[in-house]
Antibody, heavy 117, light 108 residues
Framework: QVTLKESGPVLVKPTETLTLTCTVS??????????VSWIRQPPGKALEWLAH???????SYSTSLKPRLTISKDTSKSQVVLTMTNMDPVDTATYYC?????????WGQGTLVTVSS | SYELTQPPSVSVSPGQTANITCSGD??????ASWYQQKPGQSPVLVIY???KRPSGIPERFSGSNSGNTATLTISGTQAMDEADYFC???????????FGGGTKLTVL
């Protein structure tokens, strides 16, 4: 059974750095066909893709947010970590991690992150 | 960057057919996926590789993709299908996942 679960702070202050962890089970992060993406969704708004990490450790980032994002993985811990620097209230959103092969077949439950002083 | 455009809303009467479109430059050359999202829930894959249905998705959901437009069709729409629907494609040029802006389907 494939599962993904996001964890991290529910509240961050403006200018702080957000660190989110996605813990996966039911598949290996070294699986050559599968990678993990981070996606966010502000309340009432659309999905926005943030970053992706491939099984070979190659990374890809949203062009608009690339300067602020870092994605990494620890295969032995089955974890994918996303950091986003210089958080702003507009970054308030539910953050999802998801398994991506040729499409997203599994999503985490999401974690709501609020940016406020 | 690559963009996908969806109508903000679509309305349909119960039992009728709903068509939700997704437009992008030469989208037909890419694989399109569709996700259903109900309030407070994570998205669920309903169509992948243009027209394939994952296990557990009702047959009333179907998809097509040609030219610049992908279409999600829901035949015999039911009240339970009321949700937001997002299309998605992979932009190989930038190695990016791209989502459409979403369409709110209302069944009334």
């Amino acid at each position: 059974q494939v599962t993904l679960k996001e964890s991290g702070p529910v509240l961050v202050k403006p200018t702080e750095t957000l660190t989110l962890t996605c813990t996966v089970s039911g598949f290996s992060l070294s699986n050559t066909r599968m990678g993990v993406s981070w996606i966010r969704q502000p309340p009432g708004k659309a999905l926005e893709w943030l970053a992706h990490i491939f099984s070979n450790d190659e990374k890809s980032y949203s062009t608009s947010l690339k300067p602020r994002l870092t994605i990494s993985k620890d295969t032995s811990k089955s974890q994918v970590v996303l950091t986003m620097t210089n958080m702003d209230p507009v970054d308030t959103a539910t953050y999802y991690c998801a398994r991506y092969g040729d499409y997203i077949d599994y999503w985490g439950q999401g974690t709501l992150v609020t940016v406020s002083s | 960057s690559y963009e996908l455009t969806q109508p903000p809303s679509v309305s349909v009467s119960p039992g009728q057919t709903a068509n939700i479109t997704c437009s992008g430059d030469k989208l037909g050359d890419k694989d399109a996926s569709w996700y259903q999202q109900k309030p407070g829930q994570s998205p669920v894959l309903v169509i992948y590789q243009d027209r394939k249905r994952p296990s557990g998705i009702p047959e009333r959901f179907s998809g097509s993709n040609s030219g610049n437009t992908a279409t999600l069709t829901i035949s015999g729409t039911q009240a339970m299908d009321e949700a937001d629907y997002f299309c998605q494609a992979w932009d190989s040029r930038t190695a990016s996942v791209v989502f459409g802006g979403g369409t709110k389907l209302t069944v009334l």
